[in-house]
């Protein structure tokens, strides 16, 4: 078959207006206008409010291309769509030939009888999302979140284009992916479904190829396998379903348990010696099942991958851009890169936006990041009519078949937060709607997935303990979305009262880095509640939570960096309270998966990497209580139990050294013990009692810290206080750094004269360190690495040391 790109030249207007702006695939109208300086950018300062006047008008894209009568003369031609958003009407050489309503559907359209040799013309002619919605809330007024426009969920178009409580209104309007023209002759194939069977030393891969006709005696088919380590076998298959055995295969792991290995999966068909298509498919050869059974706590969430439980450790993933043709493969490949940076093995794509790029899922498979898939539903009431659901059964299966024979799916999830909004919200308990509900998350589309993807492990909603609308927020069943502690304002430590099986969402607020908030403001913005920065935070109330949670754990902040500085140390902090409890609760805790992890834009959100790509507080402290063998401490009032889990499969061993210290870092009390964790076991490896040193008037003047060693090389450090951050009584570390390099690195050494927390090394280029956010006692320098290929080349040493700043907890005061 051969495939014909239409992305380039095409031609964009407003219908009512005669000036044509070129543009290429992928596009959309307010990225066009952007780029022609025809609107002002939609994420600086307030101009957000002008998106929603572009996206109340009508466009047209158009392209001209020329077909030779030697295309003419294939058997098919058809057009085919991969994404339009969202309400359209495609014409060719002016006949109507599709209307689409569903940015989330791939729409493929026979085009022969409508194709001349020479210039031909396409339109998409792309209708107002606004008045789209508008019309079909006034008839029928249905429930969604207060953050976005009202309506929204009347249109299957990314909900969050609307707006959210962390993104912009700009319901943008485009062709947001490729547009092909294909051509063949006799027959193609239309669909490889490639089913595993796994049994001891071997899987079956079953093979259930769709052709568009039958085949005839002179048609062959060839399955053609190639191995990890580049071997190929070729195998004439005689039968539509089809099976071949693979012995001891090389499996696939998620990242920190293996290897990434990917078989070729290739299919052609014949004809008298002719090619007449083809089709390929990377796949991973595992099993990713999870185990939802009754227990001694309530009923596990686990996913098992390859027979072993696993503790799922990511965060959840949003569009990255609302501006879609700004994203592209090169920046989601340095988000999966940070990723497993920070020791991730899953990200939950969250159902409010779009279902995410092909290139998404080969990074994912490339670099063993297990995806939470949920179906595009969230937190809404949707109108379970016969177009709908023929609407939303076809984008599943669309969405189904283009993603099911990646490696890295472990799940699809029926949408996000929809059955705890009708249970808990306060919404009316209409039974239409809960009736509507249950057919289409709970009937409908486990019909789909059982069809299309059987291998993979379907669930109605997250949270949910299983559907019913049966307790969706029961702690000891299912998966949880835990906001008591920010929403609710409770303190971190309120973490430490549920011991949840799966822990999906839980988050904290922070801004950004001084540097994003300069991208997006003037300098007289730059207060938290000045017009512009409150535009900038999209949830209610949020600055006064931050600064409510500061007050409880900070002294103020000498000036508007460090306010932002000390933020991002208080969002640090609540996840890591939360994810270091879970993990030492390992077994009957099987995951953490913090919300979240990317921006659309720049904004103070509960994001980790911000808009821009830089890395807050959260996602160092990610990388090390996301480790696969964690030291942690569990302190009480004048105690401290030292934990380590190991998420390894095989058993570690180690040594603990620790301190009771003294501000000044003297040694009150010290001791070492030599331990031995098992796989997959979180253990208690020594709880110590201060209570005689420990007091009200003492505990401002001292604190714990923990080293583990393994293999007699420092591994890990861990420190804690025992009061909060605010009446600690800091000393002045002055710190002090000198740099030295390799042929690969500069090598940053910082070193105080007292203890201090929260050392930040800031480089005013975007550059990730080998750590950073990170505890010091006195003359126990930390040396931190610069990787030099994330600099400038004419960088050296001389320069580095006038660019770096660093401070801590004591300079956010002094």
Known sequence: MKKISLNHTWKLKEQNDNTWYETSLPASVMNTLLNEGEIEDPFYRDNERLALDVASNDFIFKKEFEVDSK???HDQLSLKFHGIDTIAKVFLNGQLILESNNMHRIYEVPVKSFLEAGMCTIEVHLFSPLQYIQRKQANDRLIGVDHAVDGYQHLRKAHSMFGWDWGPKIPDLGIWRDVELLAWNENRIEDVQILQHHNEGEV????NIELEKDLTENDELLLKLTSPDGKLQTHKIDSLNFTIPIENPS???????????????????ISNERKLDSKQYPIGIRTIDVRHEEDQWGKSFAFVINGHPIFMKGANYIPEDN????????KTEQLIKDCVEANFNMIRVWGGGHYPEDYFFELCDQYGIIVWQDFMYACSVYRLTDEFKENAVQEAIDQIKRIRHHACLGIWCGNNEVEEAMEYWGWPKKADWRRDYIKLFEIILPEVVEKYDPNTFYWSSSPSSGGGFDEPRNPDVGDVHYWQVWHGQKPFTDYRNYYF??????GFQSFPSLKTVESFTLPEDRNIFSKVMENHQKNDDANGKILYYLSENFLYPKDFDSLLYTSQLLQAEAIKYGVEHWRRNLGRCMGSLYWQLNDCWPVASWSSIDYFGRWKALHYYA?????????????GEADVSIYVTNDKLEAISGRIEWKLRSNDSTIVEQGSTEVKVEGSTAKVCEKLDFSSIINDKTKENLYFEAIFYKENIFYSHATVMFTKTKHFHFLDPQLEVSIQEDLDNYLIEVSAKAYTKYVELLVDADVVLSDNYFDLSKDEPRVIRLPKNQLKPEMNIEKLENNLKVRSVYHITN
């Open 204 to 207: 079956q891969l079953e093979l």
């Open 251 to 269: 499996l696939w792991w998620p990242s920190g348990y293996g290897d990434q290995s990917l078989y070729q999966v290739e299919i052609e068909i």
């Open 71 to 73: 295309l003419l003369e």
């Open 323 to 330: 501006l879609l043709p700004r994203t592209s493969r090169e």
């Open 623 to 635: 990388k090390k209580f996301y480790d696969p063998i964690l030291l942690s401490l569990e302190e």
């Open 501 to 506: 099986r799966f822990c999906s969402e839980f």
